[in-house]
């Protein structure tokens, strides 16, 4: 229905009988990759992309066992991530020589090598693995909350002690994606991975080796299940909860879409029973009838509450969940809940709280209250900074919140997101920088906090406006992805000239940026500001550009990619000094990329200055009619994508006129369809 016209659909099957059923007018039968592209990818897999000559022992040994895997590239793949931990001749010869290739005769020999896979995990990892068998077949994963709910089970360990839970968990994801268990993984614009899939093959070999510990129960299902430990199940399939094994059962997940799925309080109230439970995960719940029941359940270490109404009649039992690692609140109604409850839970290590409201609570102990009504002028208490576990903090949409308090000495804080709390005006910081400074902080984001002016000195008077905001704060020692978006008000911030992987800066203030490219002017000696950076994005709507040092971008050495959005042609003229005539600007820039410039008609000459750049991107560009006349000199340029911007598009599509012989020798040419 929503297709352009020819579209066509392309349906795959691994059942001759289904295709057979379908009546298809076309059938492709795919008969695998030949020997030799078959050799190659094994050969990638298992030496990398470097590699070009291989032992000439270990590479006959290894045509042989590429041939045995029958062209099927997940078979290839899986024993590629098998063989990386092998390099001696005897143990390339025992693989290709393995008992299990006697019953590789039958569409079912691919699952015999996804097994030989699985059996050369460490036992954690297999544990890890056969867990995700809980997961629907196709699902996104989210490799945040998937480590969380293996931190939850106690599947993690660090042998040295030293290391955190979250980093083995990092990398337990990336060996399951090395050695081809999990695959189409995303990453963010910060190049860091945010998800993966299971290939419905290696999702079936999970369930197979899971056993009858792990259950997927669907909508469709009526007979009663084993004695699982872990379940996970669509809302038709929730009248089967109440023939589980309470005492065995240890996660409990509800896989819920949409308010339409809505389950009631009598549906829930057997969740109470599940007093082992360590993994509880609800959405789109009515939970007025648990009451005070969640409470009960003391070996919670992951509790996640999303679009759930009732809460209120939840909250004080929270404080019993003292081995708690992981609260998520997004709640599908405004309550009251009072903060003193979190600060109990004193192993939390990730909070994400969305859409409350504060008010005063006029306890002794100084907390404050999340609450349906607001009170301006409040100021949040040290409740956070006594979760001195906490790895990751999420605050959306918490209303009339002004300050937040000291955060600069929790030792383990790695993520930091702030978002849409529309009243703040300042984070408070303490002056005693004799420990580390934000220690650990990796990731902060400051979004839509249009009142956010900056830090704040405990203590000082708020009517003394130049008292705290000109004092020179350390910098941010470990900071790697920084994003303010929305912040017109902010000017005094910690500086930034480690940052690494990315830079968003939107609709925002230019001072921040400013202050971190004129430490160089204090510190000759070092590395100069942002030379580390690799992904930098801003916008044109609100920057001064005439604020920033012109030749600023000679520090960005090492970025990588370089997104301009909203620059108007006046803004496009004042940045021509930070790239004109200079053949070395952004010596490592692999991706430029123009979106939304509306009035823009001509990109900039500068471009083709960028000697290393490889892909071109121009999005949304309305107006654009011209590319330069020096595109011929970006003899690196491999990809560009004109999308959005109708003027150009029509001109490269009909191949005629002055554009196409400047692109022309570009290999690949993205272009909307002329339908």
């Known amino acids: 229905m929503c297709g352009a016209e020819d579209s066509k659909i392309l349906m795959t099957t691994r059942s001759k009988i289904v295709s057979e059923r379908l009546e298809t007018s076309k059938l492709y039968v795919l008969n695998g990759l030949t020997l030799d592209v078959s050799w190659s990818m094994l050969k990638k897999i298992t030496f990398g992309n470097e590699i070009s000559v291989v032992d000439q022992n270990l590479e006959s040994i290894g045509k042989k066992i590429a041939e045995k895997c029958m062209g099927v590239p997940l078979a290839i793949k899986t024993l590629g991530g098998l063989l990386q931990s092998k390099s001696k001749e005897r143990e390339w010869i025992n693989v290709l020589q393995g008992e299990f290739w006697e019953s590789c005769e039958d569409e079912k020999s691919i699952m015999l090598i996804l097994t030989l896979g699985y059996q050369s995990l460490s036992l954690r990892l297999r544990q890890c693995f056969a867990y995700c068998s809980l997961f629907p077949k196709d699902w996104e994963i989210e490799k945040d909350m998937l480590i969380q709910l293996w931190m939850a089970q106690g599947y993690l360990e660090c042998s040295d002690g030293k290391q955190l839970l979250e980093d083995v968990g990092n990398e337990f994801v990336k060996i399951l994606l090395i050695k081809s268990f999990f695959q189409d993984a995303k990453e963010g614009e910060d ?11 290696m999702h079936d070999l999970a369930t197979q080796v899971a056993g009858n510990d792990c259950f997927y129960i669907e909508s469709e299902a009526k007979r009663r299940v084993q004695r699982p430990v872990h379940v996970s199940l669509e809302p038709n399939a929730v009248h089967l909860l109440g023939s589980l094994d309470a005492n065995r059962l240890r996660t409990l997940i509800l896989w819920s879409s949409n308010e339409e799925e809505e389950l009631n309080g009598d549906e829930m109230s057997v969740i109470s029973k599940f007093k082992c439970l360590r993994v509880l995960m609800l959405s789109y719940c009515s939970l007025s009838k648990l009451s005070n029941s969640i409470g009960k359940l003391k070996h919670l270490r992951y509790l996640n509450l999303s679009h759930c109404r009732g809460l209120g009649s939840l909250y004080k039992s929270f404080s019993s969940l003292v081995l708690l690692q992981s609260l998520i609140l997004t709640p599908n109604e405004k309550v009251k809940f009072s903060t003193k409850v979190v600060s109990k839970l004193i192993n939390l290590k990730h909070l994400h709280i969305s859409d409350w409201e504060v008010s005063r609570d006029k306890t002794s102990f100084g907390f404050v209250k999340l609450s349906i009504w607001q009170h301006k002028g409040m100021v949040l208490s040290n409740w956070i900074s ?8 999420s605050l959306f949409l918490c209303g ?50 249009y009142m956010l002016k900056g830090w704040w000195r405990m203590g000082d008077d708020f009517n003394n406006t130049s008292c705290s905001q000109n004092l020179s704060l350390p910098p941010f020692p470990r900071l790697s992805q920084l994003s303010i978006i929305g912040c017109l008000m902010l000017t005094s911030t910690p ?7 990315g830079l968003e800066l939107f609709d925002s203030s230019v001072e921040t940026l400013v202050a971190t490219l004129n430490i160089a002017l204090e510190c000759l000696n070092d ?56 053949l070395k600007c952004l010596p490592s820039l692999q991706t430029i990329a123009f979106h ?13 200055n960028l000697s290393s750049l490889q892909h071109l991107r121009v999005y949304d560009c309305i107006n654009l009619a011209s590319l330069p006349e020096g595109m011929p000199r970006l003899t690196n340029l491999q990809t560009i994508e004109i999308i959005g911007c109708p003027i150009l598009v029509e001109e490269c599509q009909t191949q005629t006129g002055e554009t196409w012989p400047k692109i022309g020798h570009v290999p690949k040419i993205i272009l909307p369809s002329l339908h």
């Open 191 to 201: 190049g860091e991975l945010v998800s993966f899939k299971m290939h419905n093959l």
């Open 386 to 393: 006594s979760l001195t576990n906490i790895v990751e903090i």
């Open 400 to 449: 009339s919140l002004q300050y937040l308090p000291p955060l600069e000495h929790l030792p383990f804080l790695k993520s930091l997101h702030i978002s849409f709390l529309e009243e703040l005006e300042y984070i408070y910081y303490e002056q005693d920088f004799a420990s580390a400074f934000f220690p650990s902080l990796e990731c902060l984001s400051l979004q839509f906090c």
């Open 495 to 501: 500086t930034f000239p480690n940052l690494e992987n």
């Open 527 to 582: 590395i100069p500001p942002l030379s580390m950076l690799k992904s930098l994005h801003i916008d044109g709507v609100s920057l001064n550009v005439k604020r920033i040092p012109e030749n600023w971008m000679q520090n960005l050495t090492s970025l990588q990619l370089l997104q301009i959005n909203w620059f108007s042609r006046q803004a496009f003229q004042e940045i021509e000094t930070w790239f004109k005539d200079d």
């Open 596 to 608: 939304n410039c509306e009035d823009l008609e001509a990109l900039p000459d500068w471009i083709c």
